[in-house]
């Protein structure tokens, strides 16, 4: 059997089409958009075009999208814009965060622009939503709730439309990463109030290094790169052309396509628990399976003389997915949610993440293999 992908939710391989598109644009339009002649003019419209795309996606205003280098630039651009710009002087975030959230606000934090409030998480990993409202309706102070939509590490959902209710009600900003669910779940902009957001067109199966940031017309925030007027005025630094149309024919597929998805991988899901149930009784699932990203699952095994070197044995059968224990060793580096929802288990944990072109054979090719390295 050809070698078997499962670490989607790092990365997903290139649409065939989206390379079509891409490989179009570099062979034939070279010109640099900020150039106000014909080839100039060309690269400009595909750009437009593309942030068009994205806009009707999300049901907001094109002069809300700035396209980014990714997820983690969009992210550091909410953040940092909000505290220096809007003068937020206090950020209600999650432990579970990625990292490029959390080590964002370490860096605010130690500037002392701005304190960072961690919200109380669950047994299963969700959002306390009590202890947010606490939070925001306990001070005037100027605050940004920053939690993303579904976890990397383990898929947890939040419940979009009641954080961004709850945001408006105490006049709250609201950041949300939606680096894991755009193009998969219906985000719309003009019903759910939110101040930033993110995307990243390699999880939607378009090229990695572009991105995109949604700010809000309310929020009016200073460039976050100096050097240009590109991105009306926000990002200096010419455009990543093709890698912006990469993005946009992306997200356009994964709209046509997002109910089909939603129904494969979520039967793909169920399958593998059903199969990892039935055939090692002993295994655990992190977060909260039931309540979570289709695409995404955490697998816990119990502890064993072979489990830390379970992720190179399944890469060594030819299957690719992702580490993520408690505790770091020296091939799994560890995760920090698993760590903190687990802090003291000595189990193994192995991140499960679904695409299209992942079939039921492969769940059963996996399921059997892992029977050797347990």
């Known amino acids: 059997m050809d070698r078997i992908f499962l670490d989607n939710a790092a990365t997903t391989p290139l649409d065939p089409e989206v390379l079509t598109a891409m490989t179009e644009v570099m062979a034939a339009t070279y010109g640099n958009p900020s150039s106000i002649h014909a080839e100039g003019r060309k690269a400009r419209s595909l750009i437009e075009a593309a942030r068009k795309t994205v806009a009707n996606a999300l049901n907001c205003s094109i002069g809300e999208i700035f396209f980014t280098s990714g997820g983690t630039e969009a992210n550091n651009m909410a953040l940092k814009n909000a505290v220096r710009d809007l003068g937020v002087t206090r950020i209600v975030s999650s432990p579970l965060e990625h990292h490029c959230v959390l080590h964002s606000l370490d860096a605010i934090a130690a500037t002392g622009a701005a304190r960072i409030e961690m919200v109380a998480i669950d047994e299963k990993g969700h959002v306390d939503l009590n202890d947010l409202r606490r939070r925001v309706e306990e001070t005037d102070e100027k605050t940004l709730v920053s939690l993303m939509h579904s976890n990397n590490e383990i898929g947890n959902l939040l419940p979009l439309q009641e954080v961004a209710d709850l ?4 006049d709250v900003l609201f950041h949300c990463d939606t680096v894991q669910t755009m193009g998969y779940f219906p985000i719309d902009l003009d019903r759910t109030r939110v ?17 995109f940031v949604y700010i809000n017309s309310e ?19 010419t455009e990543n052309i093709y890698g912006i149309v990469g993005l946009a024919k992306a997200l356009e597929k994964a709209v046509a396509e997002r109910e089909a998805w939603a129904s494969h991988l979520t039967d793909i899901k169920r399958y593998m628990m059903e199969r990892l149930r039935a055939t090692y009784p002993e295994v655990n699932f992190n977060g909260d399976p039931e309540r979570s990203h289709y695409k995404v699952l955490s697998v816990s095994f119990p502890e064993s003389p072979k489990g830390d070197l379970l992720l190179m044995n399944l890469d060594l059968a030819g299957i690719s997915a992702s580490g993520g224990s408690a505790c770091s060793s020296g091939i799994d580096v560890g995760s920090h949610v698993v760590g903190h929802l687990h802090p003291d288990s000595k189990r193994h944990t192995i991140r499960f993440s679904f695409g299209h072109h992942n079939t039921r054979e492969q769940v059963d090719y996996v399921v059997e293999r892992l029977g050797g390295m347990l």
């Open 219 to 237: 929020n009016i925030v200073k460039p976050y790169l100096d050097g240009g007027a590109q991105e009306r005025n926000m990002r200096g630094g």
């Open 167 to 170: 945001c408006a009600e105490y």
């Open 195 to 211: 101040g930033f957001l993110s995307g990243s067109a390699h999880k939607f199966y378009g090229p990695k290094g572009v991105g």
